[in-house]
């Protein structure tokens, strides 16, 4: 710590930090556009200088840049400097010769870093008389909107969008006043986080192009605190509504998840909320193929309950996708013994034992912050950035770290971000990745091993035996895997904070065994490691703690006409089992109840389909796969702009007809019951209450809004349709208000916000006054409560080494792997997502190619007894020969492992709707 | 080449013979020859070349060789004028620290500036030999000449010596029996001024875009590929044999008393005097003698101003050419000696005029990597245009006196902008009339006041 004294006061500061990051974190305004709490300072803009003196005689002082500035002990500085304050806004001065004068019409205008650093400075007279320098722009794709007029040059986009991300497409080209940031050429950003340059720029020359089709000030928009359900890492975002749309969706801050960062999925994946053809009124269907009638609510909880009660045992189907609140309320209607998690087997049980190893492995579940700090990292038999991409970004970064503890022996400070990396050049700590294709992060890898899954679990058995000698020997170990197997035990056990990454994605619980196994050679050598497992689905882990049976047994027991009704969760069976053995099971339940907020397949078999609310509209928690039990809120209420809707949460609708089976009155049930009651009844989820708040929660006497206050035309929203205006709907279910009235301010710490705004800080650059220090905590801890935590006892190594892989001879076997864009179920729905993802390509070694006579870019042929699909063909070396990977969401239908024939294809697979790989809802 | 090329073809004019041109009195140029024909490796060593080699890596230490520069106190003449011992003395070097480069700076794109082309063309392998004896001194594994893209001769006679001494043994592996191993890579820029600077002189031998990099940590401590880096100046770097050959009180005795700084220094002239050119002399020699060398201002003219070494340094007058041409003198004048070439202006140039274009310069080899350059400059060039076509506005004056301070030193992220206000600042101070003669306007009509919004 160190005393700094500023203006005349004194403060106590980390010593460490520079003189920027010293000041905004105690709350004291400095303008700046360059630095970035996660990127460090590069002193180039020169927007935050202060006035430095020597000591207390000193007078004159000198200008320095705060952001470069080292914070030491007894420095005096000055903010309030006359010479300071006019430095400053000269440089804003300069910084707007150039830039338009088109706030009115531009879309950052309102949550923009340069108006809020624009009027702190004061700068409102334009004295340049002569030309502006002009841009013209680029198309980069389906995400982002390109305005380079608007530019003020502070380098922040390249230095996320490369060093931070790792992407190579988009660059600084030109020199002196007319520096040009862009792709070489038009076209789609490469990265799959480029969404964050919406944010991290701090003018509007990279805007939103989904929220620009739809664009909405960010005054005007209704926020909740939200968590994104499009993959399983549990990114805290803020969507924003308008006319009951979700318009945006930006990152919310949190200090041990996402931090400043989305993936592109999780920030454009939000489009399937507002698609025309989601259902919004129940529908009843007399007959199997009958069209469907519309009902009122009443009449379709009359008719589902009935139907319910007249059935001799009602099977329910939950959804890893939907809240454990909805899944307790379904598992509350059917009964314990009635109950399946709707995940298909092979995956439950992944699911089960990644569960059980976060328990038993001995090695702590890390969070994304303190994956970060880890300083040697094995990936076995997951592509993170496909998977769980936030994640991934955050191995990155522990991958790089090694830059800054190099840069720290040198007395560099780690903030010194260019001088990091000039220092630390390529070494980077040690990353193995075991991957039967190319990963996305194969560039910063010292080894990338290209393996079938069998022969990955076996490469990971043979690390645990290499770490301790009592875990299993891999018998007849191939030489090369052995070789690599040292290596990375090696590195491993030189680590302080070795870190294995493994998961479901290729179903296969051989490797997480040996991933486990890993975990528990290094807890028995005492390594303070991590063990990161990546389930698939947002509330995988929470459903698989709340228990229940597979998918299979679910359409056994209908099969074996154990059960003649079926209640479906938010779950689209299509998605998880072949369509063949679905139509089957469905074709013998005499009653189908189905409730989701897409128009799935699954809904069009219903015989009642219920409208069921999406994250958007709903409240509950779900839990992460770092096992953080997250709350997320409603942000708008379908039915106030749209009032013939009949919208409910799952968990409402099920209460109902719970309710109704029994033959009981309906009475109204809020979330904070639900949860409770879920809380109470799965002692293991027990801590989900304290995810966030309850209803009753109020700051200064007042709920939250959820409207910032300058939020306008509240009044009219409606006049279209009627011009008397209702009163605004009223939540019962958590502390915000659908409204701009109730507490949005900084200065109390809270957990839940639903937007960040404080006074002059409209951009997102608000998320500093809420941070304990920035980039550091929310001031009143991060949200969220960790529900899967190592439990001591004595653990046996695994013995589940499987043979080596060795091809078949007459079948090829598909491996279906995680797709970021297209390859989850919703997301997929939403047409930038769709645009982005383009064709499904299938991958085969060049060899395999070569003996089913595919050239790159042909076509294959994909024979099941179920169809044939043709998918164009990328070669890769080094990839397993005798398997096909084909991403995931392309069919339903085809699944890891299945034997298959393959035939060169003649078709061109593209522009074929039945043929193509391409995801189309 | 043919004879007519060869006459049309611009030559380094040194203008001192070689009577005059000694070993004991001109350290650089002694070996040169009248007609300008380069100097290589025979003759080289004929002349003592390499001596300093031989002697140096098998007598002394490093720390030895670095004593000696500090004793001769050699200060930098690329310009800075920061004393190349005590750079050398603060490069990182010894246990776990990986051995790292020197770079010579070659890059000479100072306006008025043509000295290190006259050492680089007509001998090479002194540049080569001072490169070995720093390389020597700081431990350096490897060395790149950074090349002005221009300068074609001096490339070639470069890759010629860099051969030459490769295959004599003075650059590999064990130079002179000393086990000492060191070569030299040719590196030629692609032409840009900020290339001078040495950070990014480093940046752009990376690959990078030639950006400066922000200062501490220095390139002794993380240079080029985050190795320790030193980068001196062509000059700095020929001087470097003579010192270890003679010793660094004979060289600092070059000077007489005419300054405290060692040595001598190759000034010239450019502009409009009679005879342009560049001489070795002491450093410490005025301004009047060099002018007189140089046979004075054109006839019909008066000396008006001059800038002391190039056009990042600021304007002097005719009353400072008393003045020792060295760093402190000329520093406590107001201006910089930088590198010691005097660009003279007479009375029949418009130093309006004169500014545009050195602003156009300056603007022009912004990086764009700091606020005040990049966008400061341009400003400067678009209020000079317009006061030189006398349509400035009444305030087009203060606020190049504002944009002035505002570029100044520790405002800006390297030296590049300070560089450019240095003479413009100047030159509003001692030509504040030529200035003002371009302004014909009252200051445009004021925007109407908004309409107050109401608070934050």
């Known amino acids: ?921 | 080449m043919t004879d007519a090329l060869s006459r049309l073809r611009y030559r380094c004019q040194l203008r001192q013979d070689a009577d005059e041109r000694r070993e004991e009195t001109h350290p650089l140029t002694w070996r040169l020859h009248d007609d300008g024909t380069p100097v290589f490796l025979k003759e080289y060593e004929d002349k003592d070349g390499y001596a300093a080699v031989r002697h140096t890596l098998n007598e002394q230490t490093g720390a030895q060789v670095i004593d000696a520069m500090k004793t001769a106190n050699v200060r930098g003449r690329g310009g800075a004028g920061f004393s190349a011992g005590v750079k050398w003395s603060l490069t990182l070097q010894g246990d776990g620290m990986p051995r790292g480069y020197i770079v010579c700076n070659a890059d000479e794109m100072e306006p008025g500036t043509f000295k290190d082309r006259l050492l680089m063309e007509q001998t090479p392998h002194l540049l080569i030999e001072g490169m070995i004896l720093a390389a020597y001194a700081n431990n350096a594994r490897y060395g790149y000449i950074f090349l002005r893209g221009e300068y074609i001769e001096a490339a070639n006679h470069i890759t010629r010596a860099l051969k030459e001494a490769r295959d004599a043994g003075w650059l590999g592996a064990d130079i002179a029996g000393s086990g000492f191993d060191f070569d030299i890579a040719l590196h030629t820029g692609a032409g840009r001024y900020i290339c001078g600077e040495e950070t990014a002189l480093i940046n752009s031998l990376e690959g990078q875009r030639a950006n400066p990099r922000a200062k501490p940590p220095f390139p002794g401590q993380s240079g080029a590929w985050g190795k320790p880096t030193v980068v001196n100046n062509v000059e700095t770097l020929c001087n470097v044999p003579a010192v270890l050959r003679h010793g660094a009180e004979w060289y600092q005795g070059l000077s007489g008393q005419l300054s405290n700084d060692g040595g001598t220094k190759l000034y010239g002239v450019s502009g409009r005097a009679k005879r342009t050119g560049l001489w070795e002399l002491p450093i410490g020699t005025s301004g009047t003698e060099l002018l007189d060398r140089a046979g004075g201002i054109r006839d019909g003219e008066q000396l008006k101003a001059w800038l002391p070494g190039g056009g990042s340094t600021g304007f002097l007058l005719p009353e400072h050419l008393e003045l020792p041409l060295d760093f402190d003198s000329i520093g406590k004048a107001g201006s910089r000696m930088g590198t010691g070439l005097l660009t003279v202006v007479t009375d029949q140039q418009s130093i309006v005029s004169l500014m545009r274009n050195l602003e156009a310069f300056f603007a022009r080899e912004s990086c764009g990597w700091c606020t005040p350059c990049r966008d400061g400059l341009p400003w400067t060039v678009k209020i000079l245009q317009a006061l030189e076509r006398g349509e400035g506005e009444q305030g087009d004056i203060e606020m190049l006196d504002k944009l002035a301070t505002d570029l100044g030193p520790g405002r800006t992220f390297c030296a590049h902008a300070p560089g450019a206000a240095m003479p413009l600042s100047s030159a509003l101070q001692y030509f504040r009339d030529e200035f003002e003669r371009g302004v014909r306007h009252e200051t445009g009509p004021a925007h109407a006041d908004p309409i107050p919004v109401g608070e934050v």
């Open chain 1, 1 to 921: 710590m160190a005393t700094i004294h500023v203006d005349g006061r004194s403060y106590s500061v980390d010593g460490a930090d520079n003189l920027l990051h010293a000041c905004l974190s105690l709350g004291l305004d400095i303008p700046y556009f360059c630095w970035h709490p996660a990127m460090g300072s590069v002193g180039a803009c020169r927007q935050c200088a202060v006035k430095q003196f020597k000591d207390a005689d000193d007078d004159k002082g000198m200008l320095v840049m705060s952001c470069m500035a080292p914070v030491q002990n007894d420095a005096r500085i000055s903010i309030d400097d006359e010479e300071a304050r006019e430095f400053r806004a000269s440089v804003v001065e300069w910084l707007m010769i150039n830039h338009p004068h088109d706030c009115p019409v531009c879309e950052e205008g309102g949550h923009c870093h340069l108006q809020d650093m624009t009027v702190m400075t004061g700068h409102d007279r334009r004295r340049y008389r002569f030309r502006k320098r002009t841009h013209r722009n680029q198309y980069l794709g389906p995400f982002i909107a390109h305005e380079m007029n608007r530019c003020i040059t502070c380098y922040r986009c390249v230095r996320f969008y490369n060093d931070y991300a790792g992407g190579t497409d988009l660059g600084a080209f030109g020199a002196n006043n007319n520096v040009y940031f862009g792709r070489y050429e038009e076209g789609t950003l490469e990265s799959e986080f480029s969404g964050n340059l919406t944010e991290v720029c701090p003018t509007g020359v990279f805007t939103d192009q989904a929220h620009s089709d739809r664009y909405t000030r960010k005054w005007d928009l209704q926020f909740a605190p939200g968590i994104c359900h499009q993959c399983a890492v549990g990114c805290n975002i803020s969507p924003g509504e308008r006319y009951g749309e979700i318009r945006r969706i930006e990152n919310r801050y949190h200090g041990e998840v996402n931090r400043f960062f989305l993936c592109d999925r999780g920030r454009f994946g939000y489009g399937y909320v507002n698609r025309k053809d989601r259902p919004t009124q129940p529908e009843w269907r007399a007959e199997p193929e009958a069209e469907p009638v519309t009902l009122d609510v009443n009449a379709a909880l009359d008719r589902g309950s009935d139907a319910l009660r007249d059935a001799y045992r009602v099977i329910g189907i939950g959804s890893p996708r939907a809240s454990l609140e909805s899944n307790h309320q379904l598992r509350d209607l059917v009964g314990e013994g009635n109950f399946s998690t709707g995940i298909a087997a092979d995956e439950l049980a992944c699911l089960e034992l990644m569960a059980d190893l976060n328990r038993t492995c001995g090695l702590p579940t890390p969070n994304l912050r303190d994956i970060e700090e880890h300083d040697a990292v094995l990936v076995l038999g997951e592509d993170l950035i496909q998977s769980a991409a936030r994640l991934g970004l955050s191995v990155r970064q522990a991958v790089l770290g090694r830059r800054e503890a190099l840069a720290e022996d040198r007395g560099i400070p780690t903030w010194n971000a260019e001088a990091v990396k000039t220092l630390g050049q390529d070494s980077r700590y040690p990353l193995f990745v075991a991957y039967p294709v190319a990963t996305g992060l194969d560039g910063i890898a010292e080894n990338r091993l290209r393996l079938a899954p069998d022969d990955i679990a076996r490469l990971g058995h043979a690390v645990a035996h290499r770490i301790d000698a009592s875990a299993p020997e891999v018998p007849g170990l191939e030489a090369p895997l052995a070789e690599a197997a040292n290596r990375m035990a090696e590195a491993l056990l030189a680590a302080t904070r070795p870190l294995v990454v493994s998961g479901g994605s290729l179903n296969s619980t051989a490797i997480l065994d040996a991933a486990g196994n890993i975990a528990r050679a290094l807890s028995r050598r005492a390594r303070m490691g991590g063990l990161a497992l990546v389930r698939r689905e947002a509330n995988s882990t929470g459903l698989q703690m709340m228990g229940g049976q597979t998918l299979e047994w679910a359409l056994e027991q209908l099969e074996a006409e154990q059960a003649d009704a079926l209640v479906i969760l938010e779950n689209d069976l299509y998605e998880r089992l072949p369509a063949r053995r679905v139509d089957h099971a469905l074709s013998r339940a005499r009653t189908v109840v189905v409730l989701d907020h897409q128009r799935t397949p699954t809904l069009e078999r219903a015989t009642l389909a219920l409208p069921a609310a999406s994250f958007a509209e709903a409240d509950g928690t779900l839990v992460s796969l770092e096992g953080r039990a997250q709350r997320f809120f409603q942000v708008y209420d379908p039915g106030y702009i749209r009032p013939e809707t009949r919208i409910r949460e799952s968990w409402r609708w099920l209460h109902a007809l719970a309710a109704g089976r029994r033959r009981e009155s309906i009475s109204d049930i809020t979330l904070d019951q639900v949860t409770r009651d879920c809380a109470w009844r799965h002692p293991a989820l027990a801590g989900m209450v304290g995810a966030a708040p309850g209803a009753d929660y109020r700051v200064q006497g007042v709920k939250l809004a959820r409207e910032p206050h300058r939020y306008s035309g509240r009044t009219a929203m409606r006049a279209n349709i009627n011009v008397s205006e209702p009163r605004t709907p009223q939540d019962p279910d958590t502390p915000f208000a659908f409204s701009m009235e109730g507490y949005n301010g900084f200065d109390r710490p809270r957990q839940s916000v639903a937007f960040a705004w404080a006074p002059g800080w409209n951009s997102p650059q608000a998320w500093n006054k809420f941070t304990d220090e920035v980039g550091g905590h929310l001031r009143a801890g991060d949200p969220g409560i960790r529900l899967l935590e190592p439990v001591p006892g004595r653990y046996v190594y695994s013995s589940n080494i499987p043979q080596a892989y060795r091809r078949s001879d007459d079948e090829w076997r598909l491996v279906i792997l995680p797709r970021l864009f297209g390859g989850e179920e919703t997301s997929a729905r939403a047409e930038p997502i769709q645009a982005r993802a383009g064709q499904a390509l299938a991958v085969l070694s060049p060899e395999d190619a070569g003996a089913l006579n595919i050239a790159d870019g042909g076509g294959v042929r994909v024979i099941t007894d179920d169809g044939q699909w043709v998918f164009p063909v990328r070669t890769e070396a080094g990839c397993p020969s005798g398997l096909l990977f084909i991403p995931a969401g392309a069919y339903a239908a085809l699944r890891s492992g299945m034997p298959v024939s393959l035939a060169a294809s003649g078709d061109t697979p593209r522009d074929d709707k039945g043929l193509t790989g391409e995801v189309r809802p």
